[in-house]
């Protein structure tokens, strides 16, 4: 097939669905035309060593990258957030039109920010199939800083001709299928198709002496979060159920972010003296780290945009093999429930997380290793890179063959069941 793939980002900024999606759809055979903005997560600033203009154009086997200018100011708020995405759109108009004349299918990787530059596209395109890949919907309430909810309906707005429009809507968390059909999409034409890792680093690997240093103090149980300390994992959960087992387990905490001084304060507020921090580590360390600990845990607050997110942290803890203590609603404990791969409690509890702790220690290594097998088998049937080429692939055969608008017969998600 002739793929067109429409992405607000793409590496090398932190885009590793769309681009590893794009590299193996590639290495399929396909023929594969990216369009794309310049780098500039998340700080908002152009990448050093690059410079934004009309004709940059890079291609590989099968693999043609367009990037096209966008207002990038490093305005965090929703004026300069807009601002970028309206800019984005118009780029894309001016030069998609002809980038995707003859494609046979478009893909789109549809998070809030390319709802314009979707919806202008596909009223260009016109009778083209569409395949949208959406990892989450624009909450009902608009961002911080507006103050009439107007550009909040607009995006929602775009969002949902997008939706109406596709011949199908992948999303990356079961519960994200309800979110989509409330807000515009047909029943029939939704798929779940949940994200993978870096398989070529998150993958299982042994623990070297370096790790255990610097993951282990004695033989006690050590629970990691490895990852971002920020408002959406509410990390002192977690460093006051550690605390009530200050003699059973350790907790390690891998990373940093803009909640790490308060977690920090809580810990030492605390007497936590089971509580470690480790600074922020590459990705090519991570798998030794997770070896070195006995379970990796994933959390997330009890908001109701996150019940129906699943954090990659997950997945790669599952692709590594590692056993799971999940403080999470939703989809992310259902997802580790089901493969039983681990524990969980509802989020924001502690009482209830430190209990998890406690289970956790007392669970015998044997047990724990069968844990992360469970796991790791999961990962690889159901949320593993070839496994999810393989349903965008499909999705994008059937629109061809359907046409556009045109939903073929759903079959069951089967995998997520």
């Given at each position: 097939m002739?793929?067109?793939?429409l992405?607000?980002?793409?590496?090398?900024?932190?885009?590793?669905?769309?681009?590893?999606?794009?590299?193996?759809?590639?290495?399929?055979?396909?023929?594969?035309?990216?369009?794309?903005?310049?780098?500039?997560?998340?700080g908002?600033?152009?990448?050093?060593?690059?410079?934004?203009?009309?004709?940059?154009?890079?291609?590989?086997?099968?693999?043609?990258?367009?990037?096209?200018?966008?207002?990038?100011?490093?305005?965090?708020?929703v004026?300069g957030?807009?601002?970028?995405?309206?800019?984005?759109?118009?780029?894309?108009?001016?030069?998609?039109?002809?980038?995707?004349?003859?494609?046979?299918?478009?893909?789109?990787?549809?998070?809030?920010?390319?709802?314009?530059?979707?919806?202008?596209?596909?009223?260009?395109?016109?009778?083209?199939?569409?395949?949208?890949?959406?990892?989450?919907?624009?909450?009902?309430?608009?961002?911080?800083?507006?103050?009439?909810?107007?550009?909040?309906?607009?995006?929602?707005?775009?969002?949902?001709?997008?939706?109406?429009?596709?011949?199908?809507?992948?999303?990356?968390?079961?519960?994200?299928?309800?979110?989509?059909?409330?807000?515009?999409?047909?029943?029939?034409?939704?798929?779940?198709?949940?994200?993978?890792?870096?398989?070529?680093?998150?993958?299982?690997?042994?623990?070297?002496?370096?790790?255990?240093?610097?993951?282990?103090?004695?033989?006690?149980?050590?629970?990691?979060?490895?990852?971002?300390?920020?408002?959406?994992?509410?990390?002192?959960?977690?460093?006051?159920?550690?605390?009530?087992?200050?003699?059973?387990?350790?907790?390690?905490?891998?990373?940093?972010?803009?909640?790490?001084?308060?977690?920090?304060?809580?810990?030492?507020?605390?007497?936590?003296?089971?509580?470690?921090?480790?600074?922020?580590?590459?990705?090519?360390?991570?798998?030794?780290?997770?070896?070195?600990?006995?379970?990796?845990?994933?959390?997330?607050?009890?908001?109701?945009?996150?019940?129906?997110s699943?954090?990659?942290?997950?997945?790669?803890?599952?692709?590594?093999?590692?056993?799971?203590?999940?403080?999470?609603?939703?989809?992310?404990?259902?997802?580790?429930?089901?493969?039983?791969?681990?524990?969980?409690?509802p989020?924001?509890?502690?009482?209830?997380?430190a209990?998890?702790?406690?289970?956790?220690?007392?669970?015998?290594?044997?047990?724990?290793?069968?844990?992360?097998?469970?796991?790791?088998?999961?990962?690889?049937?159901?949320?593993?890179?070839?496994?999810?080429?393989?349903?965008?692939?499909?999705?994008?055969?059937?629109?061809?063959?359907?046409g556009?608008?045109?939903?073929?017969?759903?079959?069951?998600?089967?995998?997520?069941?």
């Amino acid at each position: 097939m002739r793929i067109g793939i429409l992405t607000y980002h793409f590496p090398p900024e932190p885009a590793f669905i769309p681009g590893s999606l794009a590299e193996e759809l590639a290495a399929r055979g396909h023929e594969v035309r990216v369009l794309t903005g310049f780098p500039d997560y998340p700080g908002g600033h152009v990448y050093p060593g690059w410079r934004q203009r009309w004709h940059h154009e890079t291609r590989s086997r099968g693999l043609t990258v367009r990037r096209v200018p966008r207002y990038s100011t490093g305005d965090a708020g929703v004026r300069g957030r807009v601002a970028s995405w309206l800019s984005f759109a118009g780029s894309a108009a001016l030069v998609g039109r002809r980038l995707f004349a003859d494609i046979d299918v478009l893909y789109v990787h549809q998070p809030p920010a390319a709802a314009f530059a979707s919806a202008t596209l596909l009223r260009l395109l016109g009778r083209k199939p569409v395949v949208l890949h959406v990892p989450d919907v624009w909450a009902e309430a608009g961002p911080d800083g507006t103050d009439d909810g107007r550009w909040a309906a607009r995006v929602r707005a775009a969002m949902t001709r997008t939706y109406r429009a596709a011949s199908a809507v992948a999303v990356t968390a079961p519960s994200l299928r309800d979110a989509v059909v409330a807000v515009g999409a047909d029943a029939d034409r939704v798929r779940v198709v949940l994200n993978w890792t870096d398989e070529r680093i998150f993958r299982p690997a042994a623990a070297s002496p370096a790790a255990r240093r610097l993951v282990r103090r004695d033989e006690r149980c050590v629970v990691m979060h490895a990852g971002t300390i920020g408002a959406r994992q509410g990390l002192e959960t977690a460093i006051r159920a550690a605390a009530a087992l200050d003699k059973t387990m350790d907790l390690v905490l891998v990373g940093s972010g803009a909640d790490e001084r308060r977690v920090r304060g809580l810990a030492a507020e605390l007497r936590a003296d089971n509580v470690r921090f480790v600074e922020r580590r590459s990705p090519l360390d991570m798998p030794e780290l997770f070896a070195a600990a006995d379970y990796q845990l994933v959390m997330l607050r009890d908001l109701p945009a996150l019940r129906s997110s699943v954090p990659g942290k997950l997945q790669a803890a599952l692709s590594c093999g590692a056993p799971v203590v999940a403080s999470a609603g939703g989809d992310t404990a259902a997802l580790v429930e089901r493969a039983r791969a681990g524990l969980s409690c509802p989020p924001e509890d502690w009482a209830s997380l430190a209990d998890r702790f406690w289970l956790a220690a007392h669970i015998p290594p044997p047990a724990r290793v069968e844990m992360g097998r469970r796991g790791r088998e999961a990962y690889l049937r159901d949320m593993s890179l070839p496994a999810g080429v393989d349903r965008i692939e499909q999705l994008l055969r059937e629109a061809v063959s359907t046409g556009p608008g045109r939903a073929a017969r759903r079959e069951p998600d089967s995998h997520i069941a």
